[in-house]
């Protein structure tokens, strides 16, 4: 009696399903991905964060800066004038703080009034004299020997006391122009401890505004590429669905089915969209490129 042999095989049209699948799956395989379509893109600079750049340069005396017209990087420095923009404020300090800085808030009035009230001294002076050689030819002593001491004394007193005024004046002049240079150049080293802090200040406004916008601008390059990756991917999708209902069926068992699914933006955020909302946090604390 001959040997028979027996194959088993599938129904008719789960055999045709599965050739069809095997069809398919080495179109699918050799057709290639474009993968271009969903390449990292990184978001360019904008404005707000090139005049904080360009402010933070200007601070520093570094110049006008050239930006890639492409990225919007910075791409290059003027020639600046290498000074700070608080320097101007302690060079005004330093020419305050000399030995002869005095002069520059002596009062040019201070001349009159000295004049003035030497002549008003010598006019109370005269009058003195007056007196005193009217009380010596009362007592018969004009002329006399003593009455030529008490006058040359009454002299010797005028001049010094006339002398003393003139210092007096003058030092109060010298005083006054000492104190007014001195409470210059505190003004003065007050504004350059005041300048760079405002300064400051603003370029961290100016970055911060444009890292906010230079991340919204990333999400939404982010978005396109998962997007263009979704939809890239989308026919091997739907060929692991097909495979894994006609392996159920052969089977006799249903099939788990995976896929592959894309988590919105801010839940799969890139290193560089976390990088740029690190640096809006940082923007609130530090500056633009640091301290």
């Known amino acids: 009696m001959a040997e028979q042999t027996t194959i088993a095989r599938p129904a008719p049209y789960l055999e045709a399903a599965g050739e069809k699948f095997v069809d398919l799956a080495a179109q699918l395989a050799a057709k290639p991905v474009d993968t271009a379509a969903f390449a990292p893109t990184i978001a360019g600079q904008n404005v707000l964060t090139q005049a904080a750049q360009q402010q933070a340069a200007t601070q520093a005396g570094l110049g006008t800066l050239q930006f890639d017209p492409t990225t919007g990087a910075v791409s290059g420095v003027g020639t600046g004038t290498g000074v700070a923009g608080y320097q101007p404020f302690l060079q005004q ?8 800085a005095y002069q520059q808030f002596m009062s040019p009035y201070q001349q009159d009034v000295i004049d003035t009230s030497l002549a008003e001294f010598d006019k109370q002076r005269q009058i003195a004299r007056q007196q005193l050689l009217g009380t010596q030819v009362a007592q018969g002593a004009f002329g006399q020997g003593r009455g030529q001491i008490g006058e040359a004394e009454f002299s010797a007193q005028s001049l010094q006391d006339r002398a003393l005024l003139q210092a007096q004046l003058q030092q109060q002049g010298f005083q006054q122009a000492q104190q007014a240079a001195a409470q210059a150049q505190a003004q003065q080293a007050g504004l350059a401890s005041l300048q ?7 370029i961290q406004q100016l970055g911060a505004a444009g890292t906010s916008n230079l991340a919204y601008q990333q999400a939404i390059l982010d978005a396109a590429s998962q997007a263009a990756q979704t939809a890239a991917y989308e026919p091997q999708q739907r060929l692991g669905f097909l495979g894994s209902a006609i392996g159920g069926m052969l089977s006799g068992q249903p099939q788990a089915y995976s896929t592959m699914t894309t988590a919105p933006a801010a839940a799969t955020a890139g290193p560089l969209s976390q990088a740029l909302s690190g640096a809006a946090t940082i923007y609130g604390l530090g500056s633009l490129f640091g301290r």
């Not at 300090?93 to 002869?100: H, V």
């Not at 760079?196 to 603003?202: C, F, I, K, V």
Request: aromatic share 6%; charged share 0%.
């Open 196 to 202: 760079p802090s405002l300064a400051q200040s603003q």
């Open 93 to 100: 300090a330093a020419a305050y703080s000399g030995p002869q």
